[in-house]
């Protein structure tokens, strides 16, 4: 059975891949191609959990109540067992998994080890998959899902060592081809020119061998930007209201982000061109090395792996919002809450009246 391992990176359309594959699990099947549901739902988030050093205790631990090393050495011998357990459940020759996480979390040589380690229990023919994407557009919109998990700090430059881990795609290749062997790894540009039929989703599927067609449903694109405006007042009310509270999801929070999404449209934030000059140049040489090894050409302008940028007009820089803002997007809010809290109470008014109904017909 062939393993594959879609690592992300972020912001490459992992959401879009993930949907199909989990909306279809079932005719996937049919075609002898297998979704893990042990490594999680649409995203296997599991496979970084567990696969993370010991000592860090991030947002994955917190979801999953890993606390304790104990809790956390349990849960990696459990989904080790669980995937052994999914692989020989049917004769599949495909077994597909899932998380940008993996790339984006496991930052050091000897965390990959422990994810493949789990892998190794289900089979050793694992090819690796990476999608890369611009370094300056990812770094604006790994901003805004920062902001949307629950990050209330202001819009800058990475330092050195969050650009080495997140954002060099060499030392990236570099740390995973060292352990699956750099035969296994296979790194695609995510841009539409580059993607067959300029689609993410096809462009994994005919790259696991999938043949797309009418037997699958397309999961409908969901809009999960918000522009600037939103993404500051969201800012704000991350330091009032934030995502984790005694080590749990805050329940106060609610489904804000999502709401926010429905009434938000507009520019994305973004740096100065500047400043995001400055951040590309860091890349220079190791997007050169990326380019030969994986390409084997170099862009003749621009930057040597993706060429020009092409910042486009819904872009902004992100600035404070003054109060007149703030209570309009309040008021958005408000109304949109209202309308499902009315929608909520006609739906139990009309139960109540089918339930009078059927008592009165018993009576």
Same mark, same amino acid.
């Given at each position: 059975?062939?393993?594959f391992?879609?690592?992300?990176?972020?912001?490459?359309?992992?959401?879009?891949?993930q949907?199909?594959f989990?909306?279809?699990?079932?005719?996937l099947?049919?075609?002898?191609?297998?979704y893990?549901l042990?490594? /999680?739902?649409?995203?296997? =988030?599991? &496979?970084?959990a567990? *696969?993370q050093?010991?000592?860090? @205790? #991030?947002?994955?631990?917190i979801?999953?109540g890993?606390?304790?090393?104990?809790?956390?050495?349990?849960?990696?011998?459990n989904l080790?067992?669980?995937?052994?357990?999914?692989?020989?459940?049917?004769?599949?020759?495909?077994?597909?998994?899932?998380?940008?996480?993996?790339?984006s979390?496991l930052?050091?040589?000897?965390?990959?080890?422990r994810l493949?380690?789990?892998?190794?229990?289900i089979?050793k023919?694992?090819?690796?998959?990476?999608?890369?994407?611009?370094?300056?557009d990812?770094?604006c919109?790994?901003?805004s899902?920062?902001?949307?998990? /629950?990050?209330?700090?202001? =819009?800058? &430059?990475?330092?050195a *060592?969050e650009?080495r881990?997140? @954002? #060099?795609?060499?030392?990236?290749?570099?740390?995973?081809?060292?352990?699956?062997?750099?035969?296994n790894?296979?790194?695609?540009?995510?841009?539409?020119?580059?993607?067959?039929?300029?689609?993410?989703?096809?462009d994994?599927?005919?790259?696991?061998?999938?043949?797309?067609?009418?037997?699958?449903?397309?999961?409908?694109?969901?809009?999960?930007?918000?522009?600037?405006?939103?993404?500051?007042?969201?800012?704000i009310?991350?330091?009032?209201?934030?995502?984790f509270k005694?080590?749990?999801s805050?329940?106060v929070?609610?489904?804000?982000?999502?709401?926010?999404?429905r009434v938000s449209?507009?520019?994305?934030?973004?740096?100065s061109?500047?400043?995001?000059?400055?951040?590309?140049?860091?890349?220079?040489?190791?997007?050169?090395?990326?380019?030969?090894?994986?390409?084997?050409?170099?862009c003749?302008?621009?930057?040597?792996?993706?060429?020009?940028?092409?910042?486009?007009?819904?872009?902004?820089?992100?600035?404070s919002?003054?109060?007149?803002?703030?209570?309009?997007?309040t008021?958005?809010?408000?109304?949109?809450?209202?309308?499902?809290?009315?929608?909520?109470s006609?739906?139990?008014?009309?139960?109540?009246?089918?339930?009078?109904k059927?008592q009165?017909?018993?009576?």
């Open positions: 059975m062939k393993i391992l879609h690592i992300g990176a972020e912001k490459t359309g992992t959401s879009s891949i949907r199909f989990f909306r279809n699990r079932v005719e099947q049919d075609a002898s191609v297998f893990s042990a490594a /999680g739902g649409e995203n296997h =988030m599991a &496979l970084a567990a *696969a050093q010991e000592q860090k @205790y #991030d947002d994955l631990r979801i999953y890993l606390d304790t090393p104990k809790k956390i050495r349990e849960f990696r011998t080790t067992q669980s995937l052994a357990e999914e692989a020989g459940s049917g004769d599949y020759s495909r077994f597909v998994l899932s998380s940008e996480h993996c790339s979390r930052t050091t040589t000897l965390e990959v080890e493949a380690k789990i892998l190794w229990s089979g023919d694992i090819t690796v998959v990476i999608y890369v994407r611009r370094q300056d990812f770094l919109s790994t901003y899902t920062d902001v949307k998990s /629950g990050y209330a700090g202001r =819009m800058k &430059l990475p330092d *060592a650009r881990f997140r @954002y #060099d795609y060499d030392e990236m290749l570099r740390r995973w081809s060292a352990v699956f062997g750099r035969e790894i296979v790194c695609r540009i995510y841009q539409q020119e580059f993607l067959k039929n300029g689609d993410v989703v096809d994994f599927a005919d790259l696991i061998g999938l043949t797309l067609d009418s037997s699958y449903v397309r999961p409908p694109r969901v809009n999960e930007s918000l522009n600037v405006t939103a993404l500051e007042f969201l800012r009310f991350n330091e009032l209201v934030p995502r005694d080590n749990k805050n329940p929070r609610a489904d804000i982000v999502q709401v926010l999404q449209s507009g520019p994305s934030p973004t740096l061109k500047k400043d995001l000059a400055i951040f590309m140049g860091h890349f220079r040489l190791s997007n050169k090395r990326v380019a030969q090894e994986y390409f084997g050409k170099i003749p302008t621009g930057d040597p792996l993706f060429g020009e940028a092409s910042h486009g007009k819904d872009k902004a820089e992100m600035k919002i003054d109060v007149e803002t703030a209570i309009r997007i008021a958005l809010l408000w109304e949109d809450k209202q309308a499902r809290i009315d929608k909520m006609q739906t139990m008014s009309g139960l109540r009246e089918k339930i009078e059927l009165r017909k018993r009576n």
